[in-house]
């Protein structure tokens, strides 16, 4: 009898990727509110979390798989900004799809471990 491999959820190819790309998802969020919003008086710069990249860096690192599975990336006013400024929200709207890209590119190359882990046997090619 083979040992059968860990369920999908529970690996860490899996984590980073689901939670990397919920950031994303999350910051380009974030960065479009800021945009829509530059014209209204008063208004504060909103960001994800920035304590939930080191949280989960914490967590890999440690083994602990299934604590970041349950994190959730949270948007939360920018601490680094008071005042919203267009050319840095540009640069952010660029660093989110650069990152964007980074995950997914990571996600594609590790589809094959990643379809191991559910299935339970190698595919071929």
Known sequence: ?????????TTPTYALAKKGLEWAFLELGAVSQ???NYPVKGYRPVAVDPGFYK?????????????????????????????????QENL?????LLKSQVFSQFTSQHLKTLEHAITGRATGG
């Open 1 to 9: 009898v083979m040992p059968s491999s860990p369920p999908a959820t």
């Open 34 to 36: 800021n945009i829509l």
């Open 55 to 87: 949280i989960v860096q914490e967590k890999m690192s440690t083994g602990q798989i299934d604590s970041v599975l349950n994190l959730d990336p949270k948007i939360v006013e920018d601490p680094a900004e008071t005042r919203l400024d267009l050319v």
């Open 92 to 96: 952010a709207l660029n660093t989110v």
